[in-house]
C-alpha cells in the first residue's frame, strides 16, 4: 500500500512541478505526504469517509492545528487527490501508522528527466536524523524506567507522571507509557516534540486511542530553547522545506519531567551541501567541491536564497546551542544530536527522575565527550548501559553501527552496570551486566576516564591485570612527540597534483601495512581513478623489491618545512589513522624518514632506541588487541595510544635464548625489523647503529612478524593460553595452523 501511495503522491507532484524552484519541490512532497497520511487517519476513525469530510474528521480528533490543515487543504487538487488515496486505502481491511511512517523517513525523492522519483534510501532519513524505533524495544525501555522511577519513590504516593519524549517519531515510546501507566493504574502526562510534522501528527492520532491524564504534542526543535513560542503554522511552513533548525522552529523550554525518554536523532547538526542538493540536481556532476561551487554559480536568485537559508540556519542554530548553558558539555567538536538531546534531558528531570536513552556508543567511548561523560560518572548519574551491535539490522543502518541504551538518574548511589555485545532487542533489559566502579573507569581509560570496548567478562579481567602491571604510554613517554602534519584540505594551497621543482610528495595511510611503508601506490592509475572519490591505491606486487609508492599529492617544500619545524630528521613512527576495531588488523605502524605525511596517517617521535621499542609493541597482537577494546569509531588518535599500557625499557634488556640464539629480548627483535626493511634504502641510516645479529634461517616475512609477537607477548607477561585466547581473535590474519606452528613456546624457547 505504501508503494501505491508514494506512486500517488509523486504522480501530482508532477503535475504542477516546476523544477527551477526547489522549495516548491520540497513543498510539495510534504504537502501530498500529509494528504496521504490524513486520508490514513480518517479512513480508521471513519472508513465510510468522503474526501469533503476530511477537514471535520480531522480537526474535530484534534490530529493537526486547524491553521496547519486549512492551509494545506488550499493544495490544488487536494480533494481529488484525497479520493485517489481513499480509494487505494478501501482496498485493504487494515493498516499500520508505524510502518507507513517508516517507509516515509526511509524513503528519499529526486528530480530526474524533469520528474519526482521516490526510491529507498537514507539522505532524508539523514536529514532527520530519525531511525524507527520497534514497538517492543520502546516498550521494554520505558518500562524499565517507569518501575525504577517508581521503586525509587517507594515512600511517596505517586498517582501522576510526568513524561516526555523530545524527539518523538511515531510516538512508540509515549504510547507505551500509556500503556504501562494504565496497567499500574497511574495517570500519565504526556510531552512529545519532534521537527517532522508528520511524527507529530502520527503521535497526536495514536494517543486518542489510548487513556492518559492529557498529552501535549508539539511540533519544534528542543535543541533550539526560545523565549517566546511562534505560531504552529509559521513552524509548520519551515518543517515542510526541511528547514529544521531555522530558529522559528525553537520551543520554550519547561522542566521537572519525571521520566524523560527516547531515540534522539542520530546527526551532526552542519549543512552537508552534497546531500543537500541531491534531491534537486538533475544530471549535474556535483561529486567534486569544485563541480559543485560551480552548479551553485549558475542557479536561480529564487533557489540560492533558499539554499542560503539553510546554510544560515545551521550557523545560527549552532551559535544558539553553543551559547546554551545547558548544552555546555555536550556541544563540543561538531554538534551530535544524540549527545545534546542526553545533556537536554539531564536539566528537565526532576531530582528523582529517569532517563532511558538510545544513543550511539560514540557517547560512552569517544573521546570528544569525555568532559560530558566525566560529568555523568563523577556525578553517578549514568548507572546502566545497554551495548549493542547492529548485525542483526536492529536499525536499518550499517551493520557495523553500534549504539546504546542507557539509564541514567540524578542521586544514584550504585556502581555502573554494563550489559555488552548485545545482538537482538528482544528481552534486553535480562543481559548479564558487568559492574564497573567510576574509579576503575579512570584506571582502564585515564585519559578519558570513558567506557573500554570490551564485550566480556574476561576481557575486563585481562585489562585490569595488564593496567595493574604497566604504566601507558601517556605515562611512560611523557615527552613524546605525536603529529598529524599535512592536511590535503587546510594546506591545499600548497598542495598540487602533479611534482614540480620546489614540491616533494605527500604519504598517505594507504602505503602503510605492517614493517613497511612500500605497501601501495599510485603508479599507472589514470587520473580519473587515481582522484575520485575514496581511492583505492593498488597493491605493491613485492614489498621486498625495488618499487617504491607513489603520491598523488605535492606539498611545497617551504611550507613541509614549516609544519615540521619541530621534529628531527632522525625518522618517526607512523601509523594509520583510519582504521577500525573490526580489521583484520587494526594498528598498521612503520619506521619513514621525516617526510610529509596527510591526515590519514599520525606520527610520533622518540629517542631511536624507544622508537624501535614502541615499533614492536605498535605492531604486535598483543597491543592491536588492547586498542580494539579502546578504540571507538574509525580514528585512531593520540589519545587512544596514550592510554594503552606498555611494558618499561628494562623488560628489553632480559637476556633470553630464543630460536637457539641467546640475547637480549631488544635485539632478539631489532634483529627481525631489521630483515624486514632491508630493501627499503631510505632507512639505511636509521638503522646503521642498531645493534643486531643475523638471522640465517629461511623464514618469510609472516613468520618474521610472528616471532616478534611471541617476544611482545613475553614482555607483557602472557602465559601461553592467554597469548593464544589473543591470537584466536586475529583469526583474518593468523589461522589456526599458523597459530599452532610458530607460537609454541616448547619449540621456540630455550
Not at 93 to 119: H, P, R, W
Not at 388 to 398: A, E, G, L, Q, W
Not at 611 to 625: E, K, T
Not at 657 to 672: C, D, F, L, Q, W
Amino acid at each position: 500500500m505504501t508503494a501505491k501511495l508514494h506512486n500517488l503522491v509523486a504522480k501530482y507532484m508532477n503535475k504542477t512541478i516546476d523544477i527551477e524552484e526547489w522549495e516548491d519541490i520540497r513543498k510539495k512532497y510534504f504537502e501530498y505526504s500529509y494528504l496521504a497520511f490524513m486520508t490514513l487517519c480518517a479512513h480508521e476513525i471513519k472508513s465510510d469517509c468522503a474526501a469533503n469530510e476530511i477537514e471535520n474528521i480531522i480537526g474535530m480528533n484534534d490530529i493537526i492545528e486547524e491553521s496547519i490543515l486549512c492551509y494545506v487543504l488550499k493544495i490544488p487538487s487536494s480533494y481529488e487527490f484525497i479520493s485517489e488515496v481513499l480509494s487505494i486505502i478501501n482496498d485493504y481491511d487494515a493498516f499500520d501508522i508505524n510502518c507507513l511512517y517508516q517507509s516515509y523517513i526511509a524513503t528519499d525523492f529526486s528530480i530526474m528527466d524533469g520528474e519526482v522519483k521516490f526510491e529507498g534510501g537514507k539522505n532524508n532519513r539523514d536529514i532527520l536524523g530519525s531511525y524507527y524505533t520497534q514497538e517492543e524495544f520502546a516498550y521494554d525501555i520505558t518500562q524499565k524506567a517507569i518501575e525504577e522511577y517508581l521503586e525509587n519513590n517507594i515512600r511517596e504516593e505517586v498517582n501522576e507522571l510526568k513524561i516526555a519524549d523530545y524527539s518523538c517519531g511515531g510516538g512508540a515510546f509515549l504510547v507505551a507509557a500509556c500503556r504501562i501507566c494504565r496497567q499500574k493504574r497511574i495517570s500519565a502526562d504526556i510531552y512529545g516534540y519532534d521537527v517532522d510534522p508528520i511524527a507529530i501528527m502520527i503521535t497526536r492520532h495514536r494517543l486518542r486511542f489510548e487513556e492518559s491524564s492529557g498529552y501535549k504534542i508539539l511540533l519544534g526543535n528542543p535543541l533550539l530553547i526560545t523565549k517566546n513560542d511562534i505560531e504552529p503554522l509559521e513552524k509548520f511552513k519551515r518543517a515542510e522545506v526541511g528547514r529544521f533548525y531555522s530558529l522559528e522552529m525553537g520551543v520554550v523550554s519547561h522542566d521537572n519531567v519525571m521520566i524523560a525518554l527516547g531515540n534522539p536523532p542520530w546527526e551532526k547538526i552542519r549543512f552537508e551541501e552534497k546531500k543537500f542538493l541531491m534531491h534537486y540536481v538533475e544530471n549535474q556532476e556535483i561529486g567534486s567541491k569544485a563541480g559543485r561551487e560551480k552548479y551553485i554559480q549558475n542557479i536561480s536568485e529564487t533557489n540560492k536564497y533558499f539554499y542560503n537559508c539553510f546554510i544560515d540556519d545551521y550557523e545560527k542554530a549552532k551559535r544558539l546551542i553553543k551559547k546554551e548553558e545547558c548544552f555546555c558539555k555536550s556541544s563540543c567538536g561538531e554538534l551530535n544530536t544524540y549527545a545534546i538531546f542526553t545533556e537536554l534531558c539531564r536539566n528537565v528531570v526532576c531530582n528523582s527522575g529517569i532517563i532511558g536513552l538510545i544513543v550511539k556508543s560514540s557517547l560512552l567511548k569517544m573521546p570528544v565527550y569525555s568532559a560530558f561523560f566525566r560529568d555523568m560518572t563523577k556525578n553517578k548519574d549514568l548507572y546502566e548501559v545497554y551495548m549493542f551491535t547492529n548485525r542483526n539490522k536492529i536499525f536499518n543502518i550499517d551493520s557495523r553501527e553500534e549504539f546504546s541504551v542507557i539509564f541514567l538518574k540524578k542521586n544514584n548511589t550504585k556502581n555502573l552496570s554494563i550489559a555488552l555485545n548485545i545482538e537482538r532487542y528482544e528481552k534486553f533489559v535480562d543481559r548479564e551486566k558487568i559492574e564497573l566502579s567510576y574509579d576503575l573507569l579512570n584506571k582502564l581509560n585515564p585519559e578519558t576516564g570513558m567506557i573500554p570496548n570490551i564485550c566480556h567478562n574476561e576481557e575486563l579481567e585481562f585489562l585490569v591485570s595488564i593496567y595493574e602491571k604497566y604504566d601507558t604510554f601517556g605515562m611512560r613517554y611523557p615527552e613524546c612527540k605525536f603529529g598529524r602534519l599535512v592536511h590535503l584540505t587546510n594546506h591545499s594551497e600548497s598542495i598540487i597534483k602533479q611534482n614540480d621543482d620546489g614540491y616533494i610528495p605527500i604519504y598517505e595511510g594507504k602505503f602503510i601495512e605492517l614493517y613497511t611503508a612500500k605497501y601501495a601506490t599510485f603508479s599507472g592509475m589514470n587520473e580519473s581513478d587515481k582522484y575520485k572519490n575514496k581511492a583505492s591505491a593498488k597493491m605493491i606486487c613485492d614489498i621486498d623489491g625495488k618499487e617504491y609508492p607513489e603520491s598523488r599529492y605535492f606539498i611545497k617544500e617551504e611550507v613541509w618545512n614549516n609544519l615540521s619545524r619541530n621534529f628531527n630528521d632522525e625518522g618517526v613512527i607512523a601509523w594509520r589513522s583510519l582504521t577500525s576495531a573490526t580489521n583484520r588488523r587494526t594498528m598498521l605502524a612503520t619506521v619513514l624518514p621525516l617526510i610529509p605525511t596527510c591526515q590519514s596517517i599520525q606520527i610520533l617521535q622518540l629517542p631511536k632506541k624507544e622508537m624501535l621499542h614502541i615499533l614492536a609493541l605498535f605492531n604486535s597482537v598483543v597491543f592491536d588487541y588492547i586498542v580494539r577494546l579502546k578504540m571507538a569509531g574509525l580514528d585512531l588518535t593520540q589519545t587512544i595510544i596514550k592510554q594503552i599500557p606498555i611494558p618499561d625499557t628494562k623488560s628489553f634488556e632480559k637476556e633470553l635464548v630464543y630460536m637457539g640464539k641467546k640475547a637480549t629480548i631488544e635485539k632478539h627483535i631489532n634483529s627481525r625489523i631489521r630483515m624486514l626493511y632491508v630493501s627499503d634504502q631510505r632507512l639505511d641510516n636509521f638503522f646503521a647503529d642498531v645493534s643486531i645479529y643475523p638471522i640465517k634461517r629461511k623464514i618469510t616475512r609472516k613468520q618474521i612478524i610472528a616471532e616478534i609477537d611471541r617476544l611482545v607477548a613475553l614482555l607483557y607477561g602472557l602465559n601461553e593460553e592467554k597469548f593464544k585466547n589473543i591470537l584466536h581473535t586475529f583469526s583474518k590474519y593468523y589461522s589456526e595452523k599458523e597459530v599452532e606452528a610458530f607460537f609454541k613456546a616448547s619449540t621456540s624457547l630455550g
